[in-house]
Structures are given as structure tokens and as C-alpha cells.
């Protein structure tokens, strides 16, 4: 699967934006998803992630960073991810990249087979 990130930009503290990821293929559905960040001079984080739908439902899991302040979210009709993010802070700027895998609700990026380019998030303050 390939994919591909957009939405990212400037905005000022307390800001939101709303991240998406675009993937190709007919298999979206079926892996769990997630977004990482990294920031200049540190080492790429958990963000958060979002399992197939499956017959218990769907499920997520956030960094505690951002827990409260960004959602995930899945539209598998239009093979696409997507990451709201509300009450922005400077700590949050980064470049996001999104990824696919297999295990459902693993925060280790080693878990995640594929991944799209970053899209670049600038918070002011």
C-alpha cells in the first residue's frame, strides 16, 4: 500500500488542523493505522492509532501528549486517515507522518510496514 500525507501548515497556538492520509490499494480497511511525529533533533514518536473495523468494533489509542486534543479517524469507503488536531501547542510541531500495519494498536514504529511522507506541522505561539 502507498500512501500519502497532506494538511499539515502554520497555525497559532490554540489553533486546529486536520491531518490526512490518502492510501492506494484495496486492502485500507484491513490494517491498522497511525500517525508519528518527529521533531527536529528528537527521534519520531507515537501519535496515535486506529485498529481495522472488525466485529467488536474499532478501536483507538493516543499518546498521552495528546490525549483530549487530537482524533483519530478512518473513512474506509474513501481509503483515507485522517488526525484532528484541536488546541494546538508549540510541543506539537513536527513533521507527521502517517503508517499501515498489521498488529492492531501497536505504538512501536517497527510494527508499521508502510508509511507516507511527512507533512510538516508549525505551531506559533
Known amino acids: 500500500v502507498q500512501l500519502q500525507a497532506c494538511g499539515g501548515g502554520l497555525v497559532q497556538a490554540g489553533g486546529s488542523l486536520r491531518l490526512s492520509c490518502s492510501a492506494s490499494?484495496?486492502?485500507?480497511?484491513?490494517?491498522?493505522m497511525a500517525w508519528f511525529r518527529q521533531a527536529p533533533g528528537k527521534e519520531r514518536e507515537f501519535v496515535a492509532t486506529?485498529?481495522?473495523?472488525?466485529?467488536?468494533?474499532?478501536?483507538?489509542s493516543y499518546a498521552d501528549s495528546v490525549k483530549g486534543r487530537f482524533t483519530i479517524s478512518r473513512d474506509n469507503t474513501k481509503n483515507t486517515l485522517y488526525l484532528q488536531m484541536d488546541s494546538l501547542k508549540p510541543e506539537d510541531t513536527a513533521a507527521y507522518y502517517c503508517?499501515?500495519?498489521?498488529?492492531?494498536?501497536?505504538?512501536?514504529?517497527?510494527?508499521?510496514?508502510?508509511w507516507g511522507q511527512g507533512t510538516q506541522v508549525t505551531v506559533s505561539s
Open positions: 486506529i485498529s481495522p473495523i472488525s466485529w467488536s468494533g474499532i478501536t483507538t
Open positions: 503508517a499501515a500495519g498489521s498488529v492492531r494498536g501497536s505504538r512501536g514504529q517497527h510494527e508499521y510496514d508502510y
Open positions: 490499494g484495496r486492502t485500507f480497511s484491513s490494517y491498522a
